[in-house]
């Protein structure tokens, strides 16, 4: 079946600027998070949603990251006014349920601030 | 919280020899222990698991047992291949099992083979 996947898989824009980066995940997980990977470094997490909520949004940096799960399927990262800092791989995962469930990673966004 | 320490790479080893990277963990608990792998150009792809205490994890020639006297969850393969040329990632659930078990993930190991 089906994987994680992730759009686009690079995304490049300017500071200051608006992006939305897409997550579908495997049908019927229930459980979805979101990773940030900078170069030479492990994932770190920044946001898990159960169904349609965000049940932990603890690892996002700031209130320029947002990100929302309206129908429990695909998930949209929001990040507003863009920094050189953001500049980073976005990880989406999801798994069948939450607890200690393999969790199934998609190849990525790479976001590049200019 | 959760915690995992992750030998620092990179290790370049050649062919057909033994592969050892060291991860060792602090947990509230005894949490599922995991590896993980990145391919070059690839997402990361689980590579093995272990549930509780003294499980062995084996998955495509590689190893790792949970050891709790000696808190690691070390990797291991007898014969490494060039094909395993990647970045291995140690990771474990950052909270409880009813937190939703975010990751948390060493730094990770770059391993490259040479024929």
């Known amino acids: 079946g089906a994987g994680v996947s992730q759009t686009p898989s690079n995304k490049v824009t300017e500071k200051g600027k608006y992006v939305e980066l897409r997550c579908d995940p495997i049908?019927?997980?229930?459980?979805l998070y979101w990773y940030r990977q900078s170069l030479g470094q492990g994932p770190e997490f920044l946001i898990y949603?159960?169904?349609?909520?965000?049940?932990?949004d603890s690892g996002l940096p700031n209130d320029r990251f947002f990100a929302v799960r309206p129908e429990g399927s695909v998930s949209t990262l929001k990040i507003q006014r863009t920094e050189r800092g953001d500049s980073a791989v976005y990880l989406c995962?999801?798994?069948?349920?939450?607890?200690?469930?393999?969790?199934?990673f998609g190849p990525g966004t790479r976001l590049t601030v200019l | 919280g959760n915690s995992v320490t992750q030998m620092e790479g990179p290790v370049t080893l050649s062919e057909e020899a033994f592969l050892t990277i060291n991860c060792t963990y602090t947990?509230?608990?005894?949490?599922?222990l995991f590896w993980y792998v990145q391919y070059p150009g690839e997402g990361l792809q689980l590579l093995l698991k272990a549930t509780k205490a003294d499980d062995k994890g084996s998955n495509k020639g590689f190893e790792a047992t949970y050891r709790k006297e000696t808190t690691s969850f070390h990797l291991e393969k007898g014969s490494v291949q060039v094909s395993d040329s990647a970045v291995y990632f140690c990771?474990?659930?950052?909270?409880?099992?009813?937190?939703?078990?975010?990751?948390?993930f060493g730094e990770g190991t770059q391993l490259t083979v040479n024929p």
């Open positions: 995962a999801s798994s069948l349920t939450s607890g200690y469930n393999e969790q199934f």
């Open positions: 990771a474990l659930p950052a909270g409880t099992e009813t937190s939703g078990s975010r990751l948390t």
């Open positions: 049908s019927g997980h229930t459980a």
């Open positions: 947990a509230t608990g005894y949490p599922s």
């Open positions: 949603f159960q169904g349609t909520g965000a049940a932990d």
